[in-house]
Nanobody, 114 residues
Framework: VQLQASGGGVVQPGGSLRLSCVAS????????MRWYRQSPGQQRELVAA??????TTYRDSAKGRFTISRDYPNTIHLQMNNLKSEDTAVYYC??????????WGQGTQVTVSS
């Protein structure tokens, strides 16, 4: 299974970006799909998650600004609005299958700067 993330870039504060992640290869049913991010010197942190049933969860700082969604069967998106400098990080997609095996994308850089 390979995950390919895309959509990162440089944007000014208040701007928007849409990240996408496509999974390819043979995989069992996915039970969870998530976006994480990691800033230099910081631990990787969970940003948003979506379950197979469509239930979404967000870290507090992302609520009201970010939206995670899914295009069946193997693509997820993260719409990020009103971006702030503290959102600058490498964003990683993560899929978890029914065997609880984790798959990771390669990361896409998001830079919020004026």
């Amino acid at each position: 299974v390979q995950l390919q993330a895309s959509g990162g870039g440089v944007v000014q504060p208040g701007g928007s970006l849409r990240l996408s992640c496509v999974a390819s290869g043979s995989m069992s049913m996915m039970v969870g799909m998530r976006w994480y991010r990691q800033s230099p010197g910081q631990q990787r942190e969970l940003v948003a998650a979506i379950s197979t049933g469509g239930t979404t969860t967000y870290r507090d700082s992302a609520k009201g600004r970010f939206t995670i969604s899914r295009d069946y069967p193997n693509t997820i998106h993260l719409q990020m609005n009103n971006l702030k400098s503290e959102d600058t990080a490498v964003y990683y997609c993560n899929f978890v299958d029914s065997d609880y095996t984790n798959y990771w994308g390669q990361g896409t850089q998001v830079t919020v700067s004026s």
